[in-house]
Nanobody, 121 residues
């Protein structure tokens, strides 16, 4: 499956952004989808994932309440709604696909190219 992330940009603290990740190739609805992010000088970290049918989603505890993951299997797209953005949310955001899901990036063999989110305070 090929993944294409979009929707990043530069915003002020407190703003919202919605990231999208469009998939093509193998059956999208078979895969769990996730968002990870990597801030400058830091390791990539788990943001959220969502089951193949959208029934279950899990979040990085530090982001719960501000970020929401969702998916539309008919559009083969996964979204990340980010609210009340903070400067520390500045990172490259990646979408990823896996048959198993979870918070460990090694579970994800398919990755999008990343989209930059910059939050200024």
């Amino acid at each position: 499956v090929q993944l294409q992330a979009s929707g990043g940009g530069s915003v002020q603290a407190g703003a919202s952004l919605r990231l999208s990740c469009a998939a093509s190739g193998r059956s999208f609805s078979n895969f769990a989808l996730a968002w990870f992010r990597q801030a400058p000088g830091k390791e990539r970290e788990f943001v959220a994932d969502i089951a193949w049918n959208g029934g279950n989603s899990y979040y990085n505890d530090n982001l719960k309440g501000r970020f929401t993951i969702s998916r539309d299997n008919a559009k083969a797209t996964v979204y990340l709604q980010m609210n009340r953005l903070k400067a520390e949310d500045t990172a490259v955001y990646y979408c990823a696909a896996s048959l198993s899901g979870g918070s460990n990036e090694v579970n994800y063999p398919y990755w999008g190219q990343g989209t930059q989110v910059t939050v200024s305070s």
